[in-house]
């Protein structure tokens, strides 16, 4: 139903730090804030930890001209109206906003993710079944884990582009999409996207969608 070549673009840079790289939380942070720029606000970042959220969210304060909103810092329903009535705003999230977020419009035109959202080996439920892939002589990283942080990326790119009208960039800072062998699953799943490693690119596409709807 969408044309994701012309209203989406998806940004995955070269230069990051894998995420289990030390260095990656220092390097994270300012790469957001340059994305952040370039989108007038107007966007969603999602983290899978409250380290990485906590991180960015010190860093950013003062350096954006923009109101930066925090899960935790007030309920959900209240950081979502907020989020979208504040046009140029930014909201900084993890796991449980992947699901029923509705924000139609120019409010949220940009999706930042900080890694790709693996399940954690820790949680009850993927545990339990990591381990019953792992007793049938299954690959549980292959078997579940790759498949259900596919389902995460289709989600979040569906909380970006909802209507024909709307235009966005989703930018995932993790190498391994480019890197590794399972990149490719993740990269052949999305639908057709136009894919960039430059900045300038993501400061093209806001420029030509500004004044032309989301």
């Not at 840079?13 to 804030?33: E, Q, T």
């Not at 890694?115 to 078997?143: T, Y």
Request: a positive charge.
């Amino acid at each position: 139903h969408f044309d994701f070549r012309t209203q989406s673009l998806l940004y995955i840079p070269r230069d990051l730090p894998p995420p289990g790289d030390p260095s990656f939380p220092r390097a994270l942070a300012p790469r957001i804030h340059d994305i952040l720029l370039c989108s007038r606000g107007r966007a969603l970042v999602l983290f899978t930890s409250y380290s990485n959220l906590n991180a960015v969210y010190d860093y950013l304060a003062g350096r954006l001209p923009y109101t930066v909103y925090r899960q935790g810092d007030a309920p959900r329903t209240a950081l979502l109206e907020a989020f979208r009535s504040d046009l140029h705003s930014v909201l900084l999230a993890t796991g449980s906003f992947w699901e029923g977020v509705d924000v139609p419009g120019e409010a949220l035109s940009c999706l930042v993710i900080d890694k790709l959202p693996f399940a954690s080996p820790a949680e009850p439920v993927a545990s339990a079944r990591i381990e019953a892939i792992r007793r049938s002589g299954g690959n549980p990283f292959m078997d579940y884990q790759v498949p259900s942080a596919v389902i995460s990326l289709k989600q979040g790119l569906g909380r970006l582009i909802r209507k024909r009208t709307d235009r966005g960039v989703l930018a995932i800072l993790d190498v391994r999409l480019l890197t590794s062998r399972y990149g490719g699953i993740f990269l052949s799943s999305m639908p057709p996207m136009t894919v960039t490693n430059d900045m300038a690119d993501l400061e093209d596409f806001f420029r030509k969608t500004t004044g032309s709807g989301r």
